[in-house]
């Protein structure tokens, strides 16, 4: 997993490389500066980006981000790059580390040019650009705390409107470094859309996270001499998943293994019209390698077709009407390693009773998803009670579903996800997995002092395509299979989205620009990605099998 820090998070990695390790922070500037300027190279090299060619604007503003910026127009200058340095203030408004960097780019004799007060002048070039041509974004940084305004506003405009490709330095200006959307934005939001963006050191949560990672392109990551160990002492729960989240399912099974010793799987899902979302589950189950899988469902959806659709499932069925359905299903719970309900299950009330009991009488690991979250509205308290009890329990809502938990809108949950899902996790006291773009897991807080807080992962892995209907069946059924395995419940949420995701990644491959991707096409991807993922587990990140690569560069 690779940090994902947040802005005070990344202040604090900042403070303590300068007063721990000694670095000053003019040369982690400098050594931020000279990482963009390597990337810029790698460009030249890799998308035909002529940057001898080119004309390039450097656009900075007074403080550190504006210092990597002079920084990078002073080694591009003295590389015999045609190259133009415009900061966005006051001459005054320059200082510390970044006025020591402003007066080298001036002593290089870099073409330095202050806006004070009027951007019109720069708007105007901004416009003249050509496509060959490049602007480099150092006009803002981690600091923004609120939606940006006036001037500044209007050069972002300019930048968004050029024809010229963007590079960002550490985040696109405008972006909130935490939540991706400044909490005070308006639609449409004042932020850079950058064509790349170097993030210095780490990649920070709002950047990777939805909807940052929108307004980013492709993201290289520079080294600027943090080291990675600083992040537990600076209490970086955050992490983005990468393909050694996978590399458990690398190691050989036991040579004396057989299906009673592989996990077994008791899959309470489908209904009467929903036995698709029942098979998905139990198929996803299957291939991603359960010993055994048993599908409860009701006796009205049984399907004559079942046996041949989905030979290698066993399944049980219970009379829906029935006044005690846990009574009934009682003796199915014995001898099974973990439980997976909700896909397609029916929204009655002997359901409900059914889920409270099994929360509150189950002691194996649960994971619930669809319908059964909506019947837990109101009975979250049994939620408390079994976290209580010792006993593991995995949600798995889209925003819809963690917004009637929570008691509000789909669109306040994803207006801030990262909060939404800490909370829903502090509330349920569960592993909680928002689907969505960049699918966030979260485990519940488990440390009253928070000295150690909460691991939040975001899965880069998965694509547009995959919006209809039957993945998160499937997904249930990956995550159920790896409980039965013996995973931990974080561990297993993170394990499954990212190979879910990357699946999917694999499928919109195949398919046309613009195609959706269906459930049963993620299904027969599941092997191949999993395979992408294990020749790369051992690597050090990123590898090039996303759309928008993470690649390291080194200073």
């Known amino acids: 997993m690779i940090p994902l ?9 900042d403070e303590d490389t300068i007063t721990q390790l000694g670095i000053p922070g003019g040369v982690l500037m400098e050594n931020a500066g000279r990482g963009v300027v390597a990337v810029l190279h790698e460009l030249h090299r890799t998308r035909r980006i002529d940057l001898f060619a080119s004309q390039v604007v450097v656009v900075a503003g007074p403080g550190n981000n504006g210092g990597d910026g002079m920084v990078i127009a002073r080694y591009l200058h003295q590389q015999g790059v045609t190259c133009e340095l415009w900061i966005v203030a006051d001459p005054s408004r320059v200082r510390g580390d970044s006025l020591l960097h402003l007066a080298a780019a001036q002593a290089a004799f870099v073409q330095v040019t202050f806006c004070n007060g009027s951007t019109t002048t720069l708007c105007t070039r901004l416009a003249s650009l050509r496509r060959d041509d490049l602007i480099v974004d150092a006009l803002l940084g981690t600091g923004l705390q609120r939606s940006v305004q006036g001037h500044l506003a209007s050069v972002i405009h300019s930048i968004n409107d050029r024809r010229a490709r963007t590079i960002s330095v550490d985040l696109p200006s405008g972006l909130d470094a935490d939540r991706g959307l400044p909490e005070d934005a308006e639609e449409p939001a004042v932020i850079v859309r950058a064509d790349y963006t170097v993030t210095l050191g780490f990649p920070k949560l709002g950047l990777a996270s939805a909807p940052g990672f929108v307004f980013a392109g492709e993201v290289f990551v520079a080294d600027i001499g943090i080291p990675a160990s600083l992040c537990a002492s600076s209490r970086v729960s955050a992490q983005l998943l990468d393909a050694r989240v996978l590399e458990r399912l690398t190691a050989p099974r036991s040579p004396l293994g057989h299906k009673g010793r592989h996990g077994h799987l008791l899959l309470l899902a489908g209904s009467s019209g929903k036995l698709g979302a029942a098979l998905l589950a139990t198929q996803a189950a299957l291939a991603v390698g359960v010993g055994l899988c048993t599908l409860a469902l009701p006796e009205t959806a049984l ?18 009407s029935a006044s005690s359905l846990a009574d009934i299903l009682e003796p199915s719970v014995v001898g099974k390693s973990a439980l997976a309900i909700g896909p397609g299950l029916a929204p009655t009330e002997s359901i409900r009773s059914l889920i409270v009991s099994l929360l509150l009488r189950c002691q194996q690991p649960l994971v619930l998803d669809a319908e059964a979250l909506n019947l837990l509205i109101g009975c979250e308290e049994s939620l408390v009670e079994r976290a209580r009890a010792g006993h593991t329990t995995l949600l798995t809502p889209h925003p819809g579903e963690a917004g009637r938990l929570l008691g509000v809108s789909a669109a306040v949950i994803q207006a801030d996800r990262v909060a939404a899902v800490r909370r829903l996790a502090e509330r349920t006291c569960a592993v909680v997995l928002l689907k969505g773009a960049r699918t966030l897991i979260v485990e519940p807080p488990t440390d009253v002092t ?10 880069p892995t998965g694509n547009v395509a995959m919006g209809s209907g039957g993945m998160g069946d499937v997904l249930t059924g990956m995550i159920g299979a790896l409980l039965t395995s013996g995973w931990p419940a974080f561990e297993a949420a993170c394990a499954a989205a990212y190979w879910h995701g990357l699946a999917g990644d694999l499928a919109a491959r195949r398919r046309a620009p ?12 599941l092997d191949e990605a999993r395979k992408r993922a294990g020749s790369h587990a051992s690597e050090q990140p990123p590898w090039p099998i996303l759309p928008l690569a993470w690649t390291q560069v080194g200073s």
């Open 303 to 320: 399907d004559g077709s079942l046996g041949s659709r989905c030979p290698e499932a066993m399944t049980v069925t219970y009379p829906l």
């Open 450 to 459: 928070l000295v150690k807080p909460p691991r939040l992962a975001v899965v």
């Open 5 to 13: 820090p947040t802005a005070a998070e990344m202040r604090k990695l």
């Open 514 to 525: 613009g195609s959706i991707v269906l459930a049963t096409e993620v299904l027969e991807q």
